[in-house]
């Protein structure tokens, strides 16, 4: 009973050190894809800045999305894959 | 083993708060003292005893230009800080690789003050924002901001339904782990905006260094060298012919900055600049006014259009409180303590949800090292640093390198003691000694002050006064936690 619960504890753990890594390997990405594109859309340093202003007050709202369930994971994603898009689509 | 979201986000508070907030602990802690910089270092320099508010005269700015010209022959890149309320002296500076050194003058007569070599207030300043490392610290604080933003994300969700009660609930009598919970959420609560508006901001500040506006295939490129400069010959020609008078020049460029005073002034061969004050807004710009050399005449007024560029210099103004008068740093200086004893508890509190359970173990012995090197070694360090500063002889050559190497061979120390006094059962043995220390040191500062510097006390006492205080507040702080602690050794 003992050796069970240490094993799902260590399983857990396990799991949640896995899934703040992906959390963070994905937001990133998604992060930068979202800078990129509020740049692209006209250009020059000034809307850079503003891509940087949200991107960066979206990276920590994303880690923790992507951390806290596989829906916020997976909407994470398509948040991401749509913004990669949109990139290709404006340059 | 069910798992809900609750309980998903609180390891995740606990374990990016305790792993971010041992750097952020120390960056929030020298951040806060960074509020009071300027004053720190006109403590830290006793000789400097011009009074606030003392008028600039024509003199001054003359002495200060013949000192530029000479360095100019030199090769030497220096610009002139003029004189504000904070710092009233009227400063010739460089960059020695490390800090801006120079020569400080009376801004009454042009005589220069012999101050002594100090690395002052801005060792803080560049503590907190680069932990000694240049670039590379830089960006370890950029990622600790995030990760600070994480845990108060999470901390938040976690806590939504308490926060309007939590602010009233400070229970210090109840269970100890109890008082600690309640400590920690009342003063997140409490700052909780301003926590969120500091960390947001100093991340924005070196926003390129985390996220680039580059490809990401792009990053490990190496760079393009620089192209040498063109005008080399127009440029020393022009330097060797003495600087035009500057009073005119900032009447001129006081103008052509909407009536915002001159904050500082940058010395090229063939030009100067003159640069709008920080202290004249919350918007932290860069505007100046430029002026041709050696005849002075206006070149032309740059400043920075647009309501991006602009809300972009309010996250710096308000991460900076340059624009802010006495009263408001002061409400900077509290909150950021509230924020650093958010963290310190959040810390502590980490420690004791674990120790029955993995006080056994190495890596939690090594991280209740790493706490106390943070939370007691680091006020340790800074003491130990102005005591240095006070107790050194005022002439002594490289003073200020033995001041860094005093802060951090200390700080060394005080994690060795708190490696060896590490325990398998009980609490760790070091915390008393080194917060009796802080009690020692920072109880001990205003009569250091009093007995080392009297005449600068006497001529400045509410600088004093405010910077002692700092150090009493400190000691009380340290004994009264040391008398908590006394009854359990848990």
Known sequence: MTTDRTEDRTRQARNRVAGIVLACLVSYPVAWCVMMDIAHVAGGAATLQLGQIVALACLPVLVVLCFSAYAGLLGVCAAGCIAALAGVLVS | ?490
């Open chain 2, 1 to 490: 083993m069910r798992e809900t979201l609750r309980t998903r986000l609180g390891w995740l508070h606990g374990w990016a708060g305790f792993v971010a907030g041992l750097l952020a602990a120390c960056i929030f802690m020298t951040g806060t003292l960074s509020v009071f910089d300027t004053e720190i270092t006109r403590w830290m320099q006793p000789e400097n005893r011009v009074p606030a508010k003392t008028a600039l005269t024509d003199t001054a700015l003359d002495a200060a230009s013949s000192l530029i010209h000479e360095q100019q022959l030199h090769g030497v890149p220096v610009f002139l800080a003029l004189p504000s309320v904070r710092s009233p002296t009227l400063d010739v500076l460089h960059y020695d690789g490390r800090q801006f050194v120079g020569t400080r003058f009376d801004p009454r007569t042009g005589m220069p003050i012999p101050v002594r070599a100090t690395m002052g207030g801005t060792f803080f300043f560049s503590f907190h924002y680069t932990l000694l490392e240049g670039v590379t610290g830089t960006r370890i604080v950029n990622i600790i901001g995030v990760a600070l933003l994480v845990a108060i994300i999470s901390g938040t969700v976690i806590h939504i339904r308490a926060l309007v009660p939590d602010i009233v609930r400070l229970r210090l009598s109840a269970a100890r782990l109890r008082g600690w919970l309640d400590a920690h959420l009342l003063a997140g609560v409490l700052v909780l905006p301003f926590t969120v508006m500091i960390v947001y901001t100093g991340v924005l500040v070196n926003a390129g260094l985390i996220l680039p506006a580059t490809s990401l295939a792009h990053l490990l490129a190496p760079e393009k060298p620089g192209t040498p400069a063109t005008s080399g010959t127009k440029a020393a020609t022009a330097a060797r012919r003495p600087l035009p008078p500057l009073a005119p020049l900032l009447a001129i460029a006081r103008c052509s900055l909407q009536g915002r005073d001159a904050g500082f002034i940058l010395f090229s061969p063939d030009h100067l600049s003159i640069y709008a004050s920080d202290a004249s807004g919350p918007f932290l710009t860069r505007d100046h006014a430029d002026f041709s050399l050696p005849d002075g005449r206006l070149l032309g007024a740059t400043t920075t259009p647009g309501p991006v560029a602009h809300a972009m210099q309010v996250m710096h103004g308000l991460h900076y409180a340059r624009f802010a008068p006495l009263g408001l740093r002061w409400l900077y200086f509290v909150s950021g303590l509230c924020a650093t004893a958010t963290i310190a508890s959040g810390l502590v509190l980490f420690l004791m949800k674990r120790r029955s359970r993995s006080g056994h173990r190495i890596g939690f012995r090594v991280g209740e090292s790493l706490t106390i090197a943070t939370l007691t070694g680091l006020p340790i360090s800074i003491l130990a640093f102005l005591w240095c500063n006070h107790l050194l002889p005022a002439s002594m050559a490289g003073r200020e390198r033995l001041e860094t190497g005093c802060f951090l061979g200390i700080w060394i120390l005080c994690t060795g003691h708190a490696g060896l006094q590490s325990s398998r059962l009980h609490m760790n043995a070091a915390w008393r000694p080194q917060l009796r220390l802080i009690g020692l040191l920072g109880g001990g500062l205003p009569v250091l002050d009093v007995l080392t510097c009297p005449r600068a006390v006497y001529a400045l006492p509410a600088l004093h006064t405010a910077l002692d205080g700092m150090g009493l507040l400190a000691a009380a702080t340290a004994l009264y936690v040391r008398h908590r602690l006394g009854s359990d050794r848990t």
